[in-house]
């Protein structure tokens, strides 16, 4: 657990917090994958744990079927739009709660840098990006157990810091 | 919507087409048995048939390990005009390595590779074919898809009048001209060029282009190299409608690639045209199964091409290569007599132009600025040495294609696409030699300067 400690590093918290696209996955009550955008996150409790924010229709449709969110594994992705650069965080689901004001703040820089970042590299317009917007969110928290780097590149796939 | 297999659709495949041109990336998420999830990026993928699709295992070695656990899968899918999103599972079928859809992700993979020399990097290991279980749309919107429908689609009749005026030409010069701008004013091609294969038939030289800055003719590029090398060495179009979002991916990919030494640092293969283009699209010029040239077009709008698109090129560069190779042999026929002129009439310009020619590659300096190399450089020197020895401006093809200085090889000669080329460059130089066209298989040189040569061995 302290080697991923000390790899929750600048880099990686920078990545996840300006101009990223998110991805989340969990496994559903049958075994198989979901998949779901992420919607902003916060490094919390000495960067160890990770409060993620997720589509709450996603999650209850989840939860109605079967799926015990918390206790399962859940894997986040931050991919940085400019530079390409992706982490991959995993861990196991702690706390699945409604959002906070703080929490809706987070989402409104996430959502402000990152279409920035989509027009900016790739000329997509905003009002595109906003049509994939949440209605609600849930706030998600996991221990980040394990953590890879995905950058394109001869060492995508690797655990992040894993020497170290 | 579609009902398959017993599952509800909220669309069908086909929908999908536009989020496989790679404008938007496809997320896949796996899982292992243990149900510790997996998400990545997709490289390249494809829709197979009505009910599948083929995913590039490349670089998903968890990916893999975890679908040899669980064969479920999650793709999430954007169309890009509209940001729709669907969320897609697929069951594992089957791992191939041969065969029609490995060919296609493979071709698509080394069209990335082409952009920066990465052919030994971006390899094709196998496609993973995999049936669509279920799509569902992630979130049904309240508001209509907004779709400014960008795409051009090229409609039979302005094609069926471009195909008109390119069998109405008479000569390669005209053929070019009628193709470029044609292919603007009737198909909304903006930026297009026309490529004919060298005599080497390993390269492609530019003679002519529309939409530029710079004409950039004589431009060559190598087989392989670029898309519109990638369509000269498959003999197949070949399309990139991100060009931005592959650039940056494979340019990073070749970074990290040279920081452990894997990869010695070379520039990148400069794009034609463009600077900065959205998308590009390559289609070969083919005669009797032979390859002619290519036409390129591109836009600086991602997602700018259909697949009518490239059909209608396709039509186009199969007309445009049947011409090419008729008119060169009707020139290479033609049995007008060498007309010879009298003495040259003094230049109006009293200015020396000093024209420097390497022989070893033919290539020609005008003022010491590069004109052109090659045949075509060799043609000009030529020209001028048959003009200084006794004042002739007056030559036939089939004359100047005997001349054995020129080292044309005996078959593909591509005399009259180099004479083109040669005539081109000068226009486009506005300089004090040109080439015009007396007749078929005719041409005369005016030269408006006193010449000054050198021949350097």
Redesign the interface.
Same mark, same amino acid.
């Given at each position: 657990m302290s080697t991923v400690r000390s790899m929750l590093d600048d880099r990686v918290c920078a990545t996840l917090a300006s101009g990223s696209s998110h991805l989340a996955a969990v496994t559903a009550a049958d075994g198989t994958p979901f998949a779901m955008r992420g919607w902003g996150a916060t490094v919390n409790a000495g960067e160890r744990c990770l409060r993620v924010l997720l589509d709450a229709a996603d999650v209850e449709r989840l939860v109605d079927d079967g799926a015990v969110l918390v206790g399962s594994w859940i894997a986040y992705t931050a991919a940085s739009v400019r530079t390409l650069t992706s982490f991959q965080l995993k861990g196991r689901v702690s706390t699945s709660e409604a959002v906070s004001d703080a929490d809706r703040g987070v989402y409104e820089r996430y959502c402000e840098e990152y279409y920035a970042a989509v027009l900016d590299v790739d000329f997509i317009r905003r009002e595109l990006m906003e049509r994939m917007e949440p209605e609600a969110l849930v706030a998600v928290e996991f221990e980040v157990e394990e953590l890879f780097d995905q950058s394109p590149g001869p060492g995508a796939g690797r655990a992040y810091g894993a020497a170290s | 919507v579609n009902a398959a297999n017993g599952d509800v659709h909220d669309a069908c495949l086909a929908d999908l087409a536009p989020c496989f041109g790679g404008? @938007?990336p496809i @997320?896949?998420?796996? *899982?292992s048995a &243990? $149900?510790?999830?997996? +998400? *990545?990026?997709l490289t390249r993928a494809l829709p197979v048939d009505g009910e599948r699709i083929a995913l590039s295992n490349q670089?998903m070695?968890?990916s893999s390990r975890n679908l040899a656990e669980?064969t *479920?899968?999650?793709?999430?899918m954007?169309r890009?005009h509209?940001?729709?999103?669907f =969320?897609v /599972?697929i069951e594992f079928e089957q791992t191939v390595r041969r065969g029609q859809i490995f060919d296609r992700l493979r071709n698509e993979l080394a069209t990335i590779a082409a952009l920066t020399r990465m052919q030994d990097v971006f390899k094709l290991h196998a496609a993973d074919i995999f049936r669509v279980v279920r799509i569902e749309r992630?979130?049904p919107?309240a508001?209509d898809a @907004?779709d400014p429908a960008t795409a051009f689609h090229a409609d039979h009749a302005a094609l069926g009048e471009l195909c008109g005026r390119i069998s109405r030409c008479t000569d390669l010069d005209h053929l070019v001209r009628v193709l470029l701008d044609g292919l603007d004013e009737l198909l909304g091609f903006t930026h297009t060029m026309l490529l004919l294969t060298d005599e080497s038939g390993e390269r492609l030289f530019t003679l002519g282009s529309h939409g530029y800055d710079r004409a950039g003719i004589g431009a060559e590029v190598e087989f392989g190299e670029g898309i519109a090398g990638q369509a000269a060495e498959r003999c197949a179009p070949v399309s990139v409608q991100n060009m /931005?979002?592959v650039a =940056?991916?494979a340019r990073?990919?070749r970074? &990290?690639?040279e920081q +452990?030494g894997?990869l010695a640092a070379a520039d990148e293969v400069p794009m034609p045209g463009l600077e900065a283009p $959205?998308s590009q699209v390559a289609v070969p010029a083919l005669a009797l199964g032979e390859l002619v040239g290519v036409i390129l077009a591109e836009s600086p709008?991602?997602e700018r091409f259909s697949e009518l698109d490239v059909a209608s090129l396709t039509i186009l560069g199969s007309l445009v290569a049947s011409a090419v190779e008729r008119l060169r042999s009707e020139v290479r026929d033609a049995t007008t007599a060498s007309p010879r002129a009298a003495s040259p009439s003094t230049p109006a310009d009293s200015r020396p132009l000093s024209i420097r020619h390497f022989a070893a590659d033919g290539s020609t300096f005008l003022d010491n600025e590069y004109l052109i190399k090659g045949v075509a450089g060799k043609l000009f020197w030529s020209l001028v040495r048959h003009h200084l020895d006794s004042g002739r401006t007056d030559f036939t093809n089939r004359e100047m294609r005997l001349d054995p200085t020129l080292e044309l090889p005996d078959f593909r000669d591509n005399f009259e696409s180099r004479l083109i080329l040669l005539k081109r460059r000068l226009e486009d130089r506005a300089d004090a030699v040109q080439i015009h066209k007396t007749g078929r298989g005719r041409f005369r040189i005016s030269v408006d300067r006193p010449l000054v040569t050198e021949l350097v061995r």
């Open positions: - | 404008v @938007v @997320v896949l998420a796996t *899982t &243990g $149900g510790v999830p997996n +998400i *990545t990026f670089f070695s968890k669980v *479920t899968a999650c793709l999430l954007v890009p509209t940001h729709d999103e =969320r /599972w992630v979130k919107s508001h @907004v /931005w979002q =940056r991916y990073l990919v970074s &990290g690639y +452990i894997a $959205g709008t991602a």
